[in-house]
């Protein structure tokens, strides 16, 4: 009987840190960073509940919308007293939720019809994606 080997998997503040380079627990929740967002009235989430929220490796934070509204003005940046570039979190945090979707399309999923008019690209990368 063969063995399988277990991958351990990175929980998000990892995944986080290592593409943005940043330290997320630099951060010691002072709220100058969602103070001065422009765009924090329409965010779901402040950029200090961001961080909160990573620093607690909350998942559902991947559906939230604050990601997708930051204008990476670098303003939460420039007030930060620990200078935590909050736009490389959140840039991070885009990166890995595109990625996340991505995994989901599958091919077995479409009709025939709906296949034909996909583009070659897209079944040549779903192919290496199935045989990788």
Same mark, same amino acid.
């Given at each position: 009987?063969?063995?399988?080997?277990?991958?351990?998997? @990175?929980?998000?503040?990892?995944?986080?840190?290592?593409?943005?380079? @940043?330290?997320?627990?630099?951060?010691?929740?002072?709220?100058?960073? =969602?103070?001065?967002?422009?765009?924090?009235?329409?965010?779901?989430?402040?950029? =200090?509940?961001?961080?909160?929220?990573?620093?607690?490796?909350?998942?559902?934070?991947?559906? =939230?919308?604050?990601?997708?509204?930051?204008?990476?003005?670098?303003?939460?940046?420039? $007030?930060?007293?620990?200078?935590?570039?909050?736009?490389?979190?959140? @840039?991070?945090? $885009?990166?890995?939720?595109? $990625?996340?979707?991505?995994?989901?399309?599958?091919?077995?999923?479409?009709?025939?019809?709906?296949?034909?008019?996909?583009?070659?690209?897209?079944?040549?990368?779903?192919?290496?994606?199935?045989?990788?």
């Amino acid at each position: 009987m063969a063995r399988t080997k277990t991958i351990p998997r @990175e929980n998000l503040r990892e995944r986080v840190e290592e593409l943005s380079g @940043e330290r997320v627990f630099a951060c010691y929740q002072c709220g100058m960073c =969602s103070s001065g967002c422009p765009y924090a009235e329409q965010m779901d989430r402040l950029p =200090s509940q961001v961080i909160r929220d990573l620093q607690l490796d909350d998942e559902t934070l991947l559906d =939230s919308n604050a990601m997708w509204v930051c204008a990476s003005c670098l303003a939460c940046e420039v $007030r930060c007293p620990k200078g935590v570039d909050l736009a490389k979190l959140m @840039e991070a945090l $885009r990166q890995i939720h595109l $990625r996340k979707a991505l995994d989901r399309v599958s091919l077995d999923d479409l009709s025939k019809d709906e296949i034909k008019k996909l583009p070659q690209i897209a079944l040549v990368a779903s192919l290496r994606k199935k045989s990788g």
